[in-house]
């Protein structure tokens, strides 16, 4: 098959383009995989998403380009297939355009992503071992782990960079010369090798698009750090997708400036003080609750040997816990807690000195209540889903079978 001429490696900056077809297959989706002679659509490879877009055929109708592959046939020929929705027919002639926010969108994310990992590899002398540059996001990940200083450091030093506005130069050196070239590279290559350089910050083999002065990525921004495989997992939003995210961190500093009365710079020491407040309000509430708890089961005559207490609002599993203890050190039965949880119930229930076997009261709570949870047979607890048919009359007829 005649090889596609690939556009993209002409200029990064080719959005429209005339090309005609060689084949149209028919996939198992009902999805076509189109190949044309040409084009400027870079195909999914390197870790990049491909380009989208559309093709326009000599009568004007348009057809999607959702996605874009590559792959080597079994004579080991490079075939790009264009991922259509409708048939095209073989010989027909069609104008390509790439929708070109996206595209330019990931040359700003890739190229940025060049001169961090570069300063990585300089500064630090690790190498980038995974990349991912989808819509929604652009992630590296490197053998050797940076702490948030070091992010700090070197986010500072890539947007110097970007704001040099530095020339980015791509090219296909001959043999020779790449064999003088000292680069960054994720796998051994063969064949052509396409070098990009940014002078001063990186030089590494990369098949994809770029801008053509780092000025026009904009900005850097790192958005997470975390460990991952011994080495750390970085990700970066760049130009318009930075923009969009510190938008989005702004707004909601706004929104927490004005639900806390206060200015954006005191959100933080607001928000600690609201969480001081809460912790100590809920610790007030945790012993008001353990007074009338106390209050409640003081009114419990010492003589009855089983006790059930049900609650229809929503009680702390640690009062429930504490509850059940105390009751089984003065009732020799069965002592149980339950509780609202939404439509239903979670209890637990504890044995006093009688020792009674309460994994058979989870199986007969299970069969009649439809109750699941676990235990031991001096303790359970569980859930029930549906509370309607619980009452206490109906927990001290269960316990009967004991």
Known sequence: MEKTEELYYTSAYISEFSAQVLTCEEKENGKYAVVLDRTAFFPEQGGQSSD??????????????THVSIRRDDNGDQIISHILDKD????AKVMGKI???HRFSNMQQHTGEHIFSGVVNSQYGYNNVGFHLSDNEVTMDYDGVLTEEDIVKI???VNEAIWQNIEVITEFPDSEKLSSIDYRSKKELEGDVRIVTIPGYDVCACC????ARTGEIGILKVVSLQNYKGGVRVSILCGKRALEYLRGQHETVKKLSGMLTTSDDKVIASVER??????NLKAQLARAGEELMEYELSRIPADRTDVFVVKATDIDGNLMRKTVNSLAEVHSGVCGFFAAAGAGYKYIIAS?????DLK????????RLGAKGGGSSAMIQGSIADGSGLSEEILYELISAL
């Open 52 to 65: 989208i877009g559309t093709l326009m055929d000599d009568a004007g109708a348009e057809y999607s380009v």
């Open 88 to 91: 095209l027919p073989v010989g």
């Open 99 to 101: 929708d070109w926010n």
């Open 155 to 157: 986010e500072n030093t």
């Open 208 to 211: 994809a698009p770029h801008v």
């Open 274 to 279: 609201a969480f001081e407040n809460n912790r």
């Open 352 to 356: 006093g000195s009688d020792n009674k």
């Open 360 to 367: 058979m009261l989870q199986g007969i709570l299970k069969e």
